[in-house]
């Protein structure tokens, strides 16, 4: 994987599959260190099930197959220099968190959070999510709970609204800034 976005998509949709009603996906950035956290309230996992998912080549035999979302997660954060940590209660939930010491020449570019984030709202429209980025200069924040109110009967996973929630976030990131879009007038 060569951007963080993906491994992002990747541990979002395990609490997608582990049924959760709300996720929230928080990035927070206190330079050089970036910590993602992703927390859902799905089924949850019991702690021998765990010790299992983080360290699957530790594992002498599994039923399961072996997944490698959570290990590669894990490996990325470390080899940053980072550190990684999971928590999780059955029928509670499960909290994934991993720092990134962004300075690190192992470190990954972010990738593309508005098309993950409206990836991660298509993937149902009874599911919320909470997207949370803290910079040093501003928070970038969307919340699906928030947006319900506005749709009226609109699902959240009709491709006005997708595209809507990616526009929108694209342009908390500045990328679709006006001003930069002004001609230079000399
Ligand atoms: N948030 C979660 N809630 C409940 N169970 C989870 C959660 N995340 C992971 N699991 C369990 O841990 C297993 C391993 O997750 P992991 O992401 O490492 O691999 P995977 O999703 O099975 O396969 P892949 O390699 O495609 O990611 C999952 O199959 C699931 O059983
Ligand atoms: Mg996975």
């Not at 939930?93 to 298509?122: H, K, N, R, Y």
Request: proline share 7%.
């Amino acid at each position: 994987m060569r951007q963080l976005s993906e491994n992002i998509l990747d541990i979002t949709m395990n609490s997608v599959r582990a049924g959760a009603s709300l996720i929230s996906v928080i990035l927070t950035e206190d330079p050089p260190m970036l910590t993602i956290t992703i927390a859902d309230n799905g089924c949850g996992m019991t702690a021998e099930f765990l010790e299992k998912v983080v360290d699957p080549f530790c594992t002498t035999r599994t039923t399961r197959k072996v997944g490698l979302g959570i290990p590669f997660f894990k490996m990325e954060a470390e080899q940053t220099g980072g550190s990684f940590s999971i928590e999780s209660t059955p029928n509670v939930g499960t909290t994934v968190t991993a720092s990134f010491d962004q300075s690190s020449i192992d470190a990954l570019p972010l990738g593309d959070m508005p098309e993950t984030v409206m990836t991660l709202i298509s993937s149902g429209p009874d599911r919320d999510f909470l997207f949370l980025h803290a910079r040093p200069q501003e928070e970038i924040r969307l919340d699906t709970r928030e947006l319900r109110g506005q749709l009226g009967d609109l699902p959240l996973d009709t491709p006005e609204v997708l595209l809507w929630v990616r526009d929108y976030l694209r342009e908390q990131y500045g990328e679709n800034d006006p001003d930069r879009s002004v001609p230079n007038q000399s």
